[in-house]
């Protein structure tokens, strides 16, 4: 059942100021991309490997033992492929 908005109504304006925070904060949320994406060009431009750093900011997120679960399973994958040398 949806509510009647009548304009000049208390429910309008509710509606009509929640639809501008969203508004301000996508075009807030789109210049913070563009923000990261220059920091990521001038990290390029410096002679860093954007992929490996998107990676690192990636694990740097993780929680600890998630990290570390991820490096086991890693290391044991690439074990049984033999992409590895065998741990002395």
């Known amino acids: 059942m949806a509510t ?7 429910a309008a304006d509710q ?3 929640l639809v501008m925070r969203i ?3 996508e075009e807030e949320k789109k210049a913070l991309a563009d923000d990261v994406k220059e ?4 990290a390029k431009g410096h002679g860093f490997d954007v992929k ?3 990676q690192v900011i990636r694990l740097r997120k ?3 033992a998630d990290l570390d679960e991820q490096e086991e399973l890693l290391d044991l994958y690439m074990g049984a492929l033999g992409m590895q040398e065998a741990a002395e």
């Open 23 to 25: 508004e301000r904060l």
């Open 4 to 10: 009647k908005l009548k304009t000049g109504n208390f």
């Open 62 to 64: 993780m929680d600890k």
């Open 52 to 54: 490996i750093l998107r």
């Open 39 to 42: 920091v990521y060009a001038e």
């Open 15 to 17: 509606l009509r100021q």
